[in-house]
Nanobody
Framework: QVHLVESGGGLVQSGGSLRLSCVAS????????MDWYRQAPGNQREMVAS???????NYAEAVKGRFTITRDNVWNKLFLQMSDLQPEDTAVYSC?????????WGKGTVVTVSS
C-alpha cells in the first residue's frame, strides 16, 4: 500500500516562506518521479513541481524562481521550499506519485498566504 503524508503547511504573510515535506512509503521511492500539486478553492488541481528519481526538476511557470523541489532518496522524503509567497499561492498542497499504473495522493497540507 502506497502512503503519502504531507506536513509543513500553515499561515504566512505575503513575501514569507514555508517548507513542505512529504513522506512516502510502500514504493521503491528512488525509482519514481514525485510531484507537488495544489488546489485553490474553486480551482482545478494544478501541478506545481516535479522531480525525477535522478533529480531532474520541472516547475509551473507561476512558481519558477520562487519554489524549489528536492528529495531525499534515503529517507523517502519529498520537499517543497516555497519563498516569496503570495496570496495566490493559497491552496491545499499535495504530493503525488504514479506507481504501478495508479495515481496516489496524500491528503494534503493547507498553505494560506495573507496579504
Amino acid at each position: 500500500q502506497v502512503h503519502l503524508v504531507e506536513s509543513g503547511g500553515g499561515l504566512v504573510q505575503s513575501g514569507g516562506s514555508l517548507r513542505l515535506s512529504c513522506v512516502a512509503s510502500g514504493i521503491n521511492f528512488r525509482l519514481y518521479t514525485m510531484d507537488w500539486y495544489r488546489q485553490a478553492p474553486g480551482n482545478q488541481r494544478e501541478m506545481v513541481a516535479s522531480i525525477t528519481g535522478g533529480g531532474i526538476t520541472n516547475y509551473a511557470e507561476a512558481v519558477k524562481g520562487r519554489f524549489t523541489i528536492t528529495r531525499d532518496n534515503v529517507w523517502n522524503k519529498l520537499f517543497l521550499q516555497m519563498s516569496d509567497l503570495q496570496p495566490e499561492d493559497t491552496a491545499v498542497y499535495s504530493c503525488h506519485v504514479k506507481a504501478r499504473g495508479s495515481d496516489f495522493w496524500g491528503k494534503g497540507t493547507v498553505v494560506t498566504v495573507s496579504s
